[in-house]
């Protein structure tokens, strides 16, 4: 996909890891 930069890249990284850390929690 050409619409994929490294900034959209950073930011999915960074929500799964918040998910993940979210979850881990309950």
């Given at each position: 996909?050409?619409?994929?930069?490294?900034?959209?890249?950073?930011?999915?990284?960074?929500?799964?890891l918040r998910a993940?850390?979210?979850?881990?929690?309950?």
């Amino acid at each position: 996909p050409g619409g994929v930069g490294p900034m959209t890249i950073a930011i999915l990284l960074e929500n799964t890891l918040r998910a993940a850390e979210l979850s881990d929690s309950t």
